[in-house]
């Protein structure tokens, strides 16, 4: 019986796992865990194979919410940091692959099902060409993904980290507001949780008022029951997401079509369709009609990331 391998995909809050068997995409066990529980990625793995009854596995693929480049991988948004040869010794594996989590998720894309696809919008996509996978949650985070003869070539990037550009007056004053606070205003600072909880501060700031949330998911709450504020930030958000993802669809020539990924936007799915998301997705002056021909979808399966994982195990095209 082949023994099964190990997948994850690890962010700032929790760690996903699950079980599959190497060739295969068919999770089992799936299991997260809060990663504020464990010191370091060890002990996490080590406490999911004893949840799960399993034995040690021999090879594993784990996506992380940061830059896995080097053989020393610090995590962006909680205090995991480790060695990818040190780590593989340690977990006893012969075949150990650290990927971005956004590469896990591109790559998990062609393993979805249509039915786990929420369009917003017009467009559609064109076969054999690049797609584009990027979505808010504890960061932001987007990757390509293009195709080949034999495998998917996954496009890591940073391009969360990239500096904010405002698209007007307000967004002007926005921008000078989150530059006070922080200094440097990367487009992550905008469209993440804390982002999004920051401009509802903000918009509450500009009118004189004191905001009523305390958390992300307390602005998307406050503008259900009607709250004014939250309400403006919540289509706020949604238009700087159009924006920014209409940027990089053109930077990175998106035919093959945009896949929104991320913990926030399967929950505001009713605020994405009735906010200027689209509208500033194409709103690109003479590029305008490229990119209004161009389909974006939400993301609702739960397991991309992981069913990415199992796919970068065996891909040729990812070291």
């Known amino acids: 019986m082949t023994r099964p391998a190990l997948v994850g995909d690890i962010g700032g809050t929790n760690a996903r796992f699950a079980l599959v068997t190497p060739g295969e995409f068919n999770l089992h066990n799936i299991e997260a865990l809060a990663c504020a529980d464990y010191a370091n990625l060890d002990e996490a793995v080590e406490a999911y194979l004893e949840k799960v009854g399993s034995e040690s596995p021999k090879e594993a693929c784990l996506a992380f919410a940061c830059p896995v480049h080097d053989d020393e991988v610090k995590m962006t948004n909680n205090p995991w940091h480790f060695s990818k040869s040190a780590m593989k010794k340690k977990l006893g594996l012969d075949n150990f692959k650290a990927i971005n989590d956004f590469t896990a998720m591109a790559l998990g894309l062609p393993h979805i099902k249509p039915d ?54 307000f967004e002007m004053e926005l921008l000078a507001w989150f530059r006070k606070r922080y200094g440097r205003v990367s487009i992550e600072r905008m469209l993440c949780g804390q982002g999004l909880l920051d401009l509802c501060t903000a918009h509450a700031e500009f009118a004189g008022k004191s905001s009523v949330c305390n958390t992300p998911s307390g602005v998307s709450e406050a503008a259900r029951n009607g709250d004014e504020i939250a309400t403006q930030a919540m289509m706020r958000f949604c238009k700087i997401l159009g924006d920014v993802t209409g940027d990089v669809t053109l930077t990175l020539g998106a035919r093959g079509g945009v896949y929104l990924c991320g913990g926030i936007l399967p929950k505001i799915l009713d605020f994405l369709q009735a906010s200027d998301f689209r509208k500033a997705f194409a709103n690109k002056g003479r590029m305008e009609a490229y990119n209004a021909s161009i389909a974006t979808w939400v993301v609702t399966e739960k397991w991309t990331g992981l069913l990415g994982a199992a796919e970068a195990l065996h891909n040729e095209e990812v070291s």
């Open 116 to 169: 786990d696809l929420v369009q917003i919008g017009e467009g559609g996509s064109e076969s054999g060409r690049a797609r584009l996978v990027m979505g808010p949650g504890t960061g932001l985070g987007l990757a390509g993904l293009a195709p080949s003869q034999r495998f998917w070539i996954p496009l890591s990037a940073e391009g969360g980290h990239a500096s904010f550009a405002p698209t007007d007056e």
